[in-house]
């Protein structure tokens, strides 16, 4: 396996971007246009793509609440500021309001083994 996330596809290059703490979306190099779930081309067909790093700050689109009887948990919608939708997690209380800013961060998934993952805290606004 190559030390190099760029040189995998893009599914393996995104998990070892994040294995290394970095969360990094792609990039058309000629319309600048971000992708994100990863793949090999763009929406709008651009197959020059790059990895770039998150700004890491996005916005809350939507979220629901998941309850189980051994907890519950939420699913958001937040769409990054380089404009692509991601599904993620937002930490702290059960839910917030949409619109509400956050920042990502990576950690461990629960019961995943430890597979990194996104995670979203909301910003605190002054």
Same mark, same amino acid.
């Given at each position: ?41 763009? %929406?709008? =067909? ?6 770039? #790093? *998150? /700004? ?8 629901? $609440? ?30 917030? %309001?949409? =619109? ?6 990576? #950690? *461990? /998934? ?8 996104? $995670? ?7």
């Amino acid at each position: 396996m190559t030390d190099d996330p760029a040189m995998l596809g893009p599914q393996q290059a995104y998990e070892a971007w994040l294995g290394q703490g970095r969360f990094m979306l792609q990039k058309s190099r000629s319309s600048g246009e971000y992708v994100f779930y990863p793949k090999v081309m763009a %929406p709008s =067909g651009a197959i020059d793509l790059e990895w770039v #790093e *998150a /700004a890491g700050t996005g916005t809350v689109y939507s979220i629901t $609440v998941n309850r189980r009887r051994e907890g519950s948990y939420n699913v958001a919608l937040v769409d990054l500021d380089e404009g692509v939708r991601m599904m993620a997690t937002v930490a702290g209380p059960e839910t917030v %309001p949409i =619109g509400t800013r956050v920042r990502a961060r990576i #950690e *461990a /998934a629960p019961g995943d083994g430890g597979i990194p993952r996104i $995670v979203f805290d909301p910003i605190e606004e002054a």
